[in-house]
């Protein structure tokens, strides 16, 4: 029997590009929230848990009459941001887990946000330090940002077991 391969979204995928389907807003939303059930989806982009944990996802063009996302200074102070793009652009996830130094483990894997971040913004407390690694489970040491501090281009930070940061975060504790 013939099988038909369901076709790709016009403009999904760049020829030859090896990426990964864009992850939306409401697929990350579904997935964090299927992950964490004790979850509640505040509005269309954020999700908050139970230890008052905020993670917002802005993934997709703003609606009309929305505020623009332009740029690192959408990156409200509390959260550590990761942005698809370099040069940071108007799509992003925030986390903010809350006062200084309440840090909190988040496996990106699990949310479609793995292996895609390409420039940061750590607005989370001043002298707070979060860090990332390349596999799931804490492994692979990529390395730490402290806030307030950015990176603009992961391509261009090298890691610390080798290589760029670029394209690369799977796991992260948000500090
Ligand atoms: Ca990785």
Known sequence: MAVT?????PGM?????????????????????????DA???????????DGTRVSVHLDAPAVGEARVSGQYDCLYGALCLFPNKDFGGKYI???????????????????????????????????VSTFWDNTNSTGLIGYQHAYGFRQNLAFDTASIGGTWDNRISSMRVC
């Open 5 to 9: 391969l369901a076709a790709a979204s």
């Open 13 to 37: 995928a760049a020829p030859g590009g090896a990426r990964a389907p864009e992850p939306t807003t409401d697929g990350v939303v579904a997935k964090i929230l299927a992950e964490h059930p």
């Open 40 to 50: 509640v989806r505040a509005n269309r982009h954020d999700v908050v848990f139970p």
């Open 94 to 128: 925030g986390w903010d887990t809350g006062a200084a130094n309440t840090c909190r483990d988040f496996d990106l894997t699990r949310w479609s946000a793995s292996n895609w971040a390409s420039s940061i913004v750590n607005n989370r407390p001043s002298g707070t």
